[in-house]
């Protein structure tokens, strides 16, 4: 059988649009709430998402198989959806359970459209999106700071109107800080100078300034590897910051389509005990509000970056870590593209 024989230009098309094969975060859990129904958009699939009886996620093409009416706008019965138009009962596999507008339907028990496989996790719900060499979900890969008790932190999501690539490589660049956000709270130290170092790390690689330590935003893991992808980074606070140490950001990118994501970001701290509950307390009283102006910062600018923006680029010493996760981000698209098939959103 002959290779396929695969471009750059279709490599790197298919990881802007969002690279199958792994755990995306669709949702706050707050957001999916008992008996509705939520609609959520990801690498371009439309999606339906509810809670079955035993309370756990379910999700589903949002598409209904009798016309085509979104899922989205139905409602849930016994832990099923179903379509407000005809009221079609389809289960978390996609397989219709019930006809109620005519007994015995030839259609029940038939799977009509695409199930996704769900989790939840401290406080958020992940769909795994197939692909051509991965079809079958593999382990949900967690972070250690969502399953150790001596983290404690909150989740935001925002949506913002530019490719998860550029939202990534901007939390993967330490170097942006000092310059972006060097009116905040806690970035307005240390130096304006600098050279990056690119250094292996558990499950991807760890991209650090070399002349300064804990000063700024100094450093981020970015996970490529495994079920989940992800960049951790710590913040230094300021004494006034209260207790717990750094403040630990991890960024998950989900994108939406080509020209939009929905990031969601977790701000935690190390602490236990009543420094726990002072730090949550100076969190919403205080901090939370100047974290949003920073990542607004963020949003502003990337938004108003040009789409073909990459066509002109002149990138220098500080983009090591950029480089970095073009080329994995097309190696990986190059592996889904070779596989016999691919799947696709209907």
């Given amino acids: 059988m002959t290779a396929k024989v695969i471009s750059d230009v279709d490599a790197d098309a298919l990881a802007a649009r969002g690279l199958p094969g792994l755990w995306y975060v669709v949702a706050k859990s707050v957001q999916l709430r008992a008996r509705e129904v939520l609609g959520v958009r990801a690498l371009g699939r439309q999606l339906a998402l509810w809670r079955g009886e035993d309370g756990a996620p379910r999700c589903v ?3 209904c198989p009798h016309r085509g009416a979104p899922l989205s706008r139905g409602v849930v ?3 099923n959806v179903a379509c407000r138009y005809h009221g079609v009962m389809l289960d978390g596999t996609g397989t219709i359970v019930r006809v109620p507008a005519m007994p015995d339907c030839p259609l029940e028990g038939r799977q009509a459209i695409i199930g996704y496989a ?3 996790a401290n406080g958020a719900v992940f769909v795994y999106i197939p692909s051509a060499d991965r079809p079958e979900p593999p382990p949900l890969d967690l972070p250690a700071e969502f399953t150790d008790p001596g983290w404690s932190g909150f989740l935001c999501s925002g949506l913002w109107n530019c490719n998860y ?3 990534a490589e901007n939390t993967a660049d330490p170097m942006h800080g000092i310059y972006l956000h060097a009116d905040s709270f806690t970035l307005a130290y240390g130096g304006r100078e600098d050279l990056v170092r690119i250094d292996p790390a558990d499950r991807g690689f760890l991209i650090t300034r070399v ?3 804990d000063q700024n935003f100094d450093w981020c893991h970015v996970v ?4 989940t992808n992800f960049i951790r980074l710590d913040i230094p606070y300021p004494m006034a910051g209260g207790p717990g140490g750094p403040f630990r950001v991890l960024g998950f990118m989900t994108p939406v389509d080509e020209h939009s994501t929905r990031i969601f970001f977790w701000r935690n701290r190390q602490v236990s005990g009543i420094a726990r509950e002072a ?3 100076l969190f919403r009283g205080f901090f939370e509000a100047r974290h949003w ?3 607004e910062q963020d949003r502003e600018m990337l938004e108003a970056v040009p789409h073909t923006a990459r066509e002109r680029e002149m990138l220098y010493q500080h983009d090591a870590g950029v480089v970095r996760l073009r080329r994995i981000w097309r190696e990986r698209a190059r592996q889904i593209l070779a596989a016999p098939t691919e799947l696709t959103p209907s």
């Fill in 165 to 167: 690539q550029l939202a």
């Fill in 279 to 281: 730090w949550r307390f």
């Fill in 61 to 63: 093409e949002d598409f």
């Fill in 293 to 295: 102006e920073v990542l």
């Fill in 118 to 120: 769900t989790a939840e």
């Fill in 77 to 79: 019965i016994d832990g």
């Fill in 224 to 227: 490529t590897e495994g079920s």
């Fill in 211 to 213: 002349a300064q330590t």
